[in-house]
């Protein structure tokens, strides 16, 4: 039988990362205490804990608490057992067929970013692309369209990690990235051209549940055939981009992210 005591201690700190909602994403101690109903010391003892183990992160300049990167983690593995394919795969195909190149969906991750799916173009041009292959975070459209979107302590973590495995062509130092990441949330997409193959172009945009970026999608093609189509293909993916977030909305809180 479970001690009262330790299930009104986990019920506490279930009820803390409850009130984060894509509406309220920051809490201080105070207000989340009289949210919950508990004394002060013990929201504060339940937040300590949260935020050392990642689940809460500290803003300084509010001296609130937002959700942290421990719960993408989570959330990760949860759907290690399948789903989002069969959501992503119809919005993937159509765009495909719209635009005549292949289209991709990205999965993000803490460091990195996985590919999930894939819808090959009409045209007679292929691409051995291998699902479940993972890139660096600075790699690639798809990867710039995530983690533009990320918070600065969370890039400036990610920068002082280095630059593990090269990319071709890709930005490779703090000014680089930040002005890649600048320029995207500036226009709304993603362009990348050889960095992980000299062959390859990619236009990418953010996936979104909720507020947050949990992925990308991106057409893949030749550079000659998508040199001066990037406004326009921009366009139709982030027209995409807002459908498949429709659908993963609409899947509910179930919905297993792989």
Same mark, same amino acid.
């Given at each position: ?11 506490? @700190? ?28 013990? /929201?504060?003892?339940?937040?300590? @804990? ?11 300049? @509010? ?153 990308? /999608? ?41």
């Amino acid at each position: 039988m479970a001690d009262p005591r330790t299930l009104s201690t986990v019920q506490r @700190t279930l009820e803390v990362l409850k009130a984060f909602t894509a509406e309220r994403p920051e809490w201080g101690v105070t207000e989340l205490a009289t949210r919950v109903g508990a004394h002060k010391s013990q /929201i504060h003892r339940a937040v300590a @804990t949260l935020s050392e183990e990642g689940f809460l992160v500290p803003n300084p300049a @509010t001296r609130k608490y937002r959700l942290g990167p421990a719960l993408v983690r989570l959330g990760i593995v949860a759907g290690e057992s399948g789903g989002i394919p069969q959501l992503v795969q119809p919005v993937l195909e159509q765009l495909a067929h719209e635009v005549g190149e292949t289209t991709v969906f990205n999965l993000a991750r803490e460091h990195d970013y996985v590919m999930r799916a894939a819808a090959d173009g009409p045209g007679q041009i292929r691409f051995a692309l291998t699902l479940g292959r993972s890139y660096p975070w600075y790699g690639g459209a798809g990867g710039h369209a995530i983690f533009a979107y990320r918070s600065e302590e969370q890039i400036s973590a990610l920068l002082d990690g280095g630059f593990n495995q090269a990319t071709l062509h890709g930005p490779h130092s703090r000014e680089q990235i930040l002005e890649r990441h600048r320029v995207v949330k500036d226009q709304g997409y993603a362009v990348s051209e050889g960095e992980f193959d000299e062959r390859i172009m990619a236009v990418g945009v953010p996936v979104r549940l909720g507020s947050d970026v949990i992925g990308s /999608i991106c057409i893949v093609g030749v550079p000659a055939l998508l040199h001066g189509r990037e406004e326009q293909l921009g366009t139709e993916l982030l027209n995409a981009a807002s459908a498949l977030s429709d659908r993963l909305s609409s899947a509910g809180p179930g919905i297993e992210l792989n």
